[in-house]
């Protein structure tokens, strides 16, 4: 799955089944790579949330990202841990990546995760 991100000055491809999640960043949003990489993009998470629900319709295949909350979403076939005690999301990386959030959205994870595997 890719997408396709324009701006005045570039047009960017993303291959989406490198990207461990996305986060808001005010007017920003951070792309977390499961290399380490992270890249800011200027547009909201509800504007790539819909491009990522297009891209996975238009290839008809089931998406793995989940919006969490106002600020995440999250490619939930890398999620590898989710610890409620830390307050914390793994990632099935190398080396592994963590995420702290809170026990409202990690409730939320572990439900959908536990009803789609």
Do not use: W
């Not at 992270?38 to 629900?53: G, R, W």
């Not at 290839?59 to 999620?79: A, D, H």
Request: proline share 3%; glycine share 2%; net charge positive.
């Amino acid at each position: 799955m890719k997408i396709i991100i324009e701006s005045r000055d570039e047009l960017r491809v993303v291959d989406l089944s490198e990207v461990l999640y996305l986060q808001a960043s005010r007017n920003y949003t951070d792309f977390h790579f499961a290399d380490g990489r992270m890249k800011s993009e200027l547009s909201n998470l509800s504007v790539f949330q819909a491009k990522v629900e297009e891209c996975s319709r238009r290839e008809q295949i089931p998406n793995p990202f989940l919006r969490l909350g106002r600020s995440l979403l999250v490619n939930t076939s890398y999620v590898e841990l989710i610890s409620m005690k830390l307050q914390k999301i793994g990632f099935r990386t190398q080396p592994p990546i963590y995420l702290s959030t809170t026990k409202n959205l990690l409730s939320e994870l572990k439900q959908y995760i536990s009803n789609h595997q």
